[in-house]
């Protein structure tokens, strides 16, 4: 009777071990229909634009136009600094700019006077040349000449004195004949007066030779002034010959004056930029975060002001395992979780993957060449963007955590 027993509770037991077997299997059925084609981690968290507003110049914060948490828009005031050095260096550097300005004018001025003086003084020196040259000939054909008219009255002078001395011969022999009266006293006289004649001729011709020596000396010295009139003349064109070196030179330094122009208008330029960058307003619209500046603190270039967050334009980054991504693919479906909303869910979808996983991106990334090397599986960011029209509200925020299950079917 007790086998009986045993034999019968144990065929009671059998169906519901069975039924429990078959209600498992459902369910474990059930639960990987539900699980296949889904990628899911709660390693994920909402991201956006954040900006940090710094200054671009140094300064004194003279103005904070918004607070903490403030909305504002592309455009707005967020701070303002001391303006007035900047303003003075606006004005030092139009000063300088008109200064550079006038000067640039005055030596542009100078290049055409220069290149007509040039030519003037080149055509004058090759003039002045050309003319002492024909002064030279002139003078030593005045010498020439002067020299032949010497010769000429040299030998007159000699023809002269012969007859004179001729003549005084003809009276002395005549002396005699005439204090004898062989001769008539008119033949005499006739000698006598023909000799004086003789000599007055040849004193006469002295004179014509003394003048042909002075004419000579004063032609010689005309030549020599004339020598001297085109070696000036000479060394005149010679000095011109310079012109073109120094009207380069004048147009260099007129380049030098419109290049000088130039950098003082780069200079004004900049001071102008530097003022405009005394306010400092917000690039894009968003709201303010972590507000670091109070009104006369002092900043210097490139420090952080303030942050700026654009809430218009979020997504999600799910930093997934290697071993999940085999069937993500770009564009597919997105449920998101926001802890933050008490479980709210938002649809989106798959953006990019990223080109690296966050292990590489780390300050000490790992090195898996060294001897103590331990396999470690590693997650991969997935960029997921929401549907457009979702939060309406700007009610998510970066830095939320969220739960995102990826249909991978």
Request: glycine share 6%.
């Amino acid at each position: 009777m007790a086998d009986e027993a045993t034999t019968s509770a144990r065929g009671g037991r059998l169906p519901l071990i069975a039924g429990a077997v078959v209600v498992i299997a459902v369910i474990a059925g059930v639960w990987a229909w539900l699980s296949a084609g889904k990628e899911s981690t709660d390693d994920a968290q909402v991201d956006g634009h954040i900006t940090q507003l710094a200054t671009r110049v140094g300064g004194t914060i003279v103005k904070v136009a918004v607070g903490d948490n403030q909305h504002v828009d592309a455009g707005t005031v967020v701070a303002q600094l001391d303006p007035r050095d900047y303003q003075v260096a606006v004005d030092r550097a139009r000063a300088e700019l008109a200064d550079a300005e006038a000067a640039a004018a005055a030596a542009g001025t100078g290049v055409p006077i220069a290149e007509v003086s040039t030519r003037s003084d080149v055509h004058q020196a090759t003039g002045g040349v050309e003319e002492a040259q024909a002064g030279i000939a002139v003078a030593d054909s005045q010498v020439e000449a002067a020299k032949a008219q010497l010769v000429s009255a040299t030998a007159r002078v000699r023809e002269r004195e012969a007859t004179a001395t001729k003549a005084a011969r003809d009276v002395e022999r005549l002396r005699p004949l005439v204090a004898k009266e062989e001769i008539p006293q008119q033949q005499f006289d006739a000698a006598v007066a023909a000799a004086d004649a003789s000599r007055a001729a040849a004193d006469a011709s002295r004179s014509d030779v003394t003048a042909g020596e002075t004419a000579i000396a004063v032609a010689q010295q005309r030549a020599i002034q004339a020598r001297a009139t085109a070696a000036r003349a000479t060394a005149s064109l010679e000095s011109t010959r310079t012109a073109p070196e120094q009207l380069q030179a004048t147009r260099a330094r007129a380049s030098a004056a419109d290049a000088r122009v130039k950098q003082m208008q780069a200079a004004l330029a900049q001071a102008e930029l530097n003022l405009e960058r005394t306010t400092i307003t917000a690039p894009s619209a968003g709201t303010v975060s972590r507000k670091m500046i109070e009104v006369g603190q002092v900043v210097q270039a490139g420090q952080p002001l303030m942050a700026l967050v654009s809430l218009a334009d979020v997504w999600v980054v799910a930093n997934f395992k290697e071993t999940q991504l085999r069937n993500v693919r770009d564009g597919q479906r997105v449920t998101i979780e926001v802890d933050g909303l008490g479980g709210r869910e938002f649809d989106g979808h798959v953006d990019s993957v990223a080109a690296a996983t966050g292990a590489r991106f780390s300050l000490l990334p790992p090195e898996n060449a060294t001897g103590n090397y331990v396999k470690v599986v590693q997650r991969v960011p997935v960029k997921i963007v929401l549907e457009p029209g979702q939060d309406p509200d700007h009610q998510l925020r970066p830095g939320m955590s969220v739960f995102p299950t990826i249909y991978t079917k």
